[in-house]
């Protein structure tokens, strides 16, 4: 009797072991841990890359002092880029840039003037302008006034031709509009007045040029209209008419004087025959 017991002892303890596999199972559950790997995902959302897309206002400051600079060379002494004027020696020119440039060490800010006409183009300090004597174009009210002066009765001095010439060049290059349109009205000869010598003529063609210029860009018109019109002003001038009319009168006078003569040689020849 007692081994029969043993038996069934000896399976329930042969039993126990299986019993325990479950216990150890459960360990096969803590796979999660493999699933940490995907913790390493942090690098991806941390953004150093990023750092260098910061470094793009560093271009920003270069661009900055450009702006600056167009602000600066847009106005200076009261003229401003691709504006008109007149420079008194070289008649009207269009100022192309404001720039600075370095000459002996020292910075200078200069008008570039373009001369389209003349092909020719000139710097000049901003800080000479008074000095020069650069302006603005004359404004409507003032080449009316110009273009009335040409009507005008013409005034020569009777004095040396050298003398005279010099205070034409004066008047021209002065820039004073209405100045230089006396010196037009002075000089201009009609087709039935004495041709001019050529001294003459190169001061009239000088001041017609420098007049119709400015009036031809006051008035947006073309170089050859203003001719045009300056010389239909000339034609009006007192002074024209009054001599075509003198002319007329004198050729008058003499038919007259010569008839006159005539007759009176008749009735002395007539009396002394009687």
């Known amino acids: 009797m007692p081994n029969k017991t043993a038996k069934p002892a000896a399976k329930a303890t042969a039993a126990k072991p299986v019993a325990a596999k479950p216990v150890t199972a459960k360990p096969v559950t803590a796979k999660a841990p493999a699933a940490k790997p995907a913790a390493p995902k942090a690098p991806v959302a941390a953004a150093p890359a990023k750092a260098p897309v910061a470094a793009k206002p560093a271009a920003k400051p270069a661009a900055a002092p450009k702006v600056e600079e167009k602000k600066v060379v847009t106005q200076r002494q009261g003229f401003k880029a691709n504006e008109f004027v007149v420079y008194p020696a070289h008649g009207v020119g269009q100022i192309l840039a404001i720039e600075e440039q370095e000459i002996a060490g020292a910075k200078l800010e200069l008008f570039v003037i373009n001369f389209i006409k003349d092909k020719m183009t000139l710097r000049v300090p901003t800080a000479k302008v008074a000095n020069v004597g650069m302006r603005k174009l004359s404004d409507p009210v003032l080449v009316k006034k110009a273009l009335e002066t040409l009507k005008g009765r013409a005034r020569v001095k009777r004095t040396m031709w050298s003398r005279r010439a010099q205070e034409y060049e ?32 190169q001061l009239y063609e000088a001041a017609l040029d420098r007049l119709s210029r400015e009036i031809a860009v006051v008035q947006h018109s073309t170089e050859t209209e203003a001719v045009k019109e300056i010389e239909a002003q000339l034609a009006k001038s007192p002074r024209r008419n009054a001599k075509a009319e003198a002319a007329e009168g004198e050729a ?19 009396d002394e025959a009687a």
Not at 186 to 195: N, T
Not at 252 to 262: L, Q, R, S
Request: charged share 35%; no cysteine.
């Open 170 to 201: 004066a008047k021209i290059n002065s820039g004073d509009i209405v100045a230089i349109a006396e010196v037009v009205r002075d000089l201009y000869r009609s087709e039935s007045q004495p041709e001019q010598s050529y001294s003459e003529r």
């Open 252 to 270: 008058d006078t003499d038919a007259e004087g010569d008839t006159d003569d005539t007759d009176g040689d008749d009735s002395t020849v007539a």
